[in-house]
């Protein structure tokens, strides 16, 4: 596919964002393209909103697969354009627009022609809030389509376009995201004796949690604990009797994950005993499990973008961004990388704006480097 083609796509897709498994009208879009290229040796089915597309080989010796993600976030957005998300509250600011401009030009230009192997194109829904890839593999979605080695991307803003890094072994974080509720006794601010206040329980376990790491887990294995949410209260002068705060837990490994999970609720513990309250945890790790690059995948991908001139290549840093890709990982071998799109600002920003000239880069590089997969 041509830029101009590639980027009608996208921007057809960037106005239609929707939430993990309501993704009703990005999926009859998708359908609709998939169609467009459809050839008899090609399949199609779905699972609730994600597609997978077979590309049926002449002689395979194995399936080679390909995933993008395509649901979006619940962000109101603030780039002003002439395709704007018309779905209010709603909004592509992780790229997952991209993801999947990039998948049908890697469909198209991969069945050209009958390749030798089969491939398989997962249009995967719900990355963002479901782990829609473990809930498809769980649910036996994939069938006897299962490929033997998988690969994916990811958008980055902060590289420019021409620019791909990976590395072999643990590329992105476990996580695991985390509620906590507070309930305690309301009452007058003037009088703190006959109340339990929430505010200060919740303030007490915010502080404790953030020794987690610091004083429980290996310093050279790293993680981290945030909470980005924090609701008490009503008027100025009464004692919230309720508190509720929401967080995250990103950790390299799954042991130290499930060592910060054990440590959150055993402060949960020793907070509903101090302040004599009710503190409920609520752990929603749903599959989201670090992603492991694997050994023979990655170096082959390296080494072939390492070669290829059109490509500034870099091996990428550990981060602690999270991706349910981990899951499929953990169940087929394969790899992850990160494709920069070189916006301003970043992932999940409402003023997200990656450069558009990264997909037919991404298309005619990635789709190189499929091919060779089939010699």
Not at 163 to 185: D, H, M, N, Q, S
Not at 246 to 263: F, K
Not at 275 to 293: I, M, S
Request: one cysteine or more; aromatic letters at 10%; charged letters at 25%.
């Amino acid at each position: 596919m041509i830029q101009e083609r590639l980027s009608e796509i996208r921007r057809a897709l960037h106005q239609i964002p929707e939430i993990g498994l309501k993704e009703v009208k990005t999926q009859s879009y998708l359908l609709d393209e998939i169609g467009r290229i459809k050839k008899d040796y090609i399949e199609i089915k779905c699972w609730q909103t994600g597609t997978l597309v077979f590309v049926q080989g002449v002689d395979p010796e194995k399936t080679i697969g390909w995933r993008a993600d395509i649901d979006g976030l619940p962000i109101t957005e603030a780039v002003e354009s002439g395709f704007k998300s018309v779905h209010e509250g709603q909004m592509h600011a992780c790229g997952h627009d991209f993801h999947m401009t990039i998948g049908l030009g890697l469909l198209e230009k991969l069945s050209e022609k009958q390749p030798k192997n089969n491939y398989l194109f997962l249009f995967q829904p719900a990355e963002e809030n479901e782990a829609g890839g473990m809930l498809m593999y769980e649910h036996g979605a994939f069938g006897d389509w299962l490929p033997d080695e998988f690969y994916a991307l990811h958008v980055n803003p902060e590289l420019p376009v021409g620019k791909i890094t990976t590395r072999p072994g643990t590329l992105f974080a476990a996580t695991c995201e985390v509620r906590v509720y507070f309930t305690g006794k309301s009452g007058h601010a003037a009088f703190p004796n006959e109340s339990n206040d929430m505010i200060i329980a919740a303030v007490s376990f915010v502080q404790q949690a953030q020794t987690i790491i610091s004083r429980n887990v290996n310093p050279v294995e790293g993680g981290v604990v945030t909470f980005g949410t924090f609701n008490a209260g009503t008027v100025n002068n009464a004692i919230a009797g309720e508190a509720s705060i929401t967080g995250t837990i990103r950790t390299l490994t799954e042991e130290t994950n499930q060592l910060t999970q054990r440590r959150i609720r055993e402060l949960a513990k020793g907070i509903s005993y101090s302040f004599n309250c009710e503190v409920e945890v609520v752990l929603d790790q749903k599959g989201y499990l670090p992603v492991v690059n694997d050994k023979e995948t990655t170096e082959k991908f390296i080494h072939f973008m390492e070669e290829n001139p059109a490509v500034a290549f870099e091996e990428a840093p550990v981060a602690m961004t999270g991706e349910d890709f981990g899951y499929l990982l953990s169940k087929v071998p394969g790899t992850m990388f990160w494709l920069g799109v070189d916006s301003l600002y970043g992932l999940h920003s409402e003023k997200f704006d990656p450069d558009e000239a990264a997909l037919p880069f991404a298309v005619e590089q990635v789709g190189t480097f499929l091919k060779s997969l089939d010699d």
